[in-house]
């Protein structure tokens, strides 16, 4: 376990490399799967993904009020895209000169994507409190003691606030045909003999998945596309493509694992019911049997042809990620608008994870500064209109 801490993906890496059999032991007990074929097979196999997801936990009680509830929720953020897309040059100007990452990512996110999470005639006060949840760490479990006790201590009052929302919604009643938010897409997925409470958990889960998932994303995007060509925009890749070889190269759901849930064997091994047995997309990833150079950060790779190999940052099979689409646009949207007409450089940063869950970037700090400064012109009255407001400037280079 010392040895995991130390470098958690050298460590797989290294016992993926040194196991004879084709599935190996990790510290904590679970199974993971070395082979990428046998890997994906897995993913895929109907006998392994007989019952319920366990991304849901018990909180649903079948597999079609999950995939029910999945698809409402990528419904709602794919139909709020425009105006998420609209907010984000106000987001970025928002940043400053220079920001603190990663937790800006999710920060920046929620800024954006407010509306779609939460309607805005919900009350300010809970409005207040989940974007204090988002600074305070709350998206993802924080890697470092200190940060995780300051991120819990916010959720018995974020957690009552949701609860306190959730049971005025469901008296009310909606007079929407359609959900006007993620919360509303619950609701209408869970069945009315649940509690407030399951509602609330299930709000969270799905809160979190979308701001956390993509705003460490994104800042793996900004980061490495930063230490790699360090002049800055423009980059010599396409958004599209740097976004998809940070999910490669970085991916945040690193690991992804579940109860086998009932007697099977895999690789020649047989796996009882209950055991865990994950399939890592890092190893997939970096399998050099499928990808060329893996090790290498080259978002160029997606426009060579020929096939790619294993990708899966969104996991795949019957279990795979329901927003996966809605979440590669929302972060290649947020790095389009952060890269254009501004010159971009990190510091303190590198491409070492911090994995507490997730992989998650060190913290590093963005420095933005706007390429072309327009200095504020006299107008005939001898007025000035503010041109140098950087989210007009933005709208002007877009
Ligand atoms: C970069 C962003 C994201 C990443 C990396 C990501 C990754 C994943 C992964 C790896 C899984 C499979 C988990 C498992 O098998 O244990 C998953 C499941 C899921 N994700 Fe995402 N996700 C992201 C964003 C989103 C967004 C934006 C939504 C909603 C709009 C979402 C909704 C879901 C749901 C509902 C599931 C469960 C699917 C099921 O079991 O039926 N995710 N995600």
Not at 69 to 81: F, P, Q, S, T
Request: hydrophobic share 40%; with cysteine; net charge positive.
């Amino acid at each position: 376990m010392r040895r995991f801490r130390r470098d958690p993906l050298g460590y797989i890496e290294d016992r993926a490399r040194c196991s004879p059999a084709e599935v190996f032991r990790l510290p904590w007990g679970a199974w993971c799967v070395r082979d990428s074929e046998l890997a994906l097979a897995v993913l895929r196999d109907p006998l392994f993904h007989t019952g319920m997801s366990t991304f849901f936990g018990t909180m649903l009680p079948s597999r079609s009020a999950q995939i029910l509830l999945g698809r409402a929720v990528r419904n709602v953020m794919r139909a709020h895209l425009p105006a998420y897309r609209e907010r984000l040059p106000e987001g970025a100007a928002g940043l400053g000169p220079a920001s603190q990452w990663p937790e800006a990512g999710p920060a920046l996110v929620y800024r954006c994507a407010a509306g779609a999470l939460l309607h805005p005639d919900a009350p300010p006060a809970l409005q207040r409190l989940l974007a204090k949840a988002v600074a305070g760490g709350f998206t993802a479990r924080q890697p470092y003691m200190r940060q995780r006790v300051r991120a819990e201590m916010l959720r018995p009052g974020l957690l009552a606030a949701i609860t306190e929302h959730v049971r005025d919604r469901r008296a009310e009643g909606s007079a929407a045909d359609e959900p006007r938010d993620v919360l509303d897409a619950v609701i209408g997925a869970c069945a009315e003999g649940s509690t407030d409470r399951t509602v609330t958990d299930l709000y969270v889960l799905l809160f979190q998945s979308i701001v956390g998932n993509i705003g460490y994303a994104l800042a793996w995007s900004l980061l490495l596309a930063c230490l790699h060509h360090p002049p800055g925009p423009p980059w010599p890749w396409t958004a599209e493509g740097l976004v998809r070889e940070a999910g490669r190269h970085r991916p945040f759901v690193w690991m992804v694992g579940r109860p086998v849930p009932h007697a099977l064997e895999f690789g020649g091994l047989s796996f009882a019911p209950g055991t865990i047995l994950s399939v890592s997309p890092y190893l997939l990833h970096h399998d050099a049997r499928h990808w060329d150079r893996p090790e290498l950060f080259r978002p160029e790779r997606w426009n060579e042809p020929g096939e790619q190999g294993p990708y899966l940052p969104f996991s795949t099979g019957p279990f795979t990620c329901a927003g996966a689409a809605v979440a590669h646009s929302m972060i290649t949207g947020a790095v389009d608008v952060l890269a254009q007409g501004a010159h971009l450089t990190v510091s303190g940063g590198d491409a070492r994870p911090l994995v507490s869950g997730s992989a998650l970037p060190r913290p590093f700090v963005l420095r933005r500064t706007l390429k072309t400064p327009v200095r504020p012109a006299p107008t005939k009255g001898g007025e000035r209109h503010d041109r140098c407001n950087p989210t007009h400037h933005q709208e002007q280079a877009r």
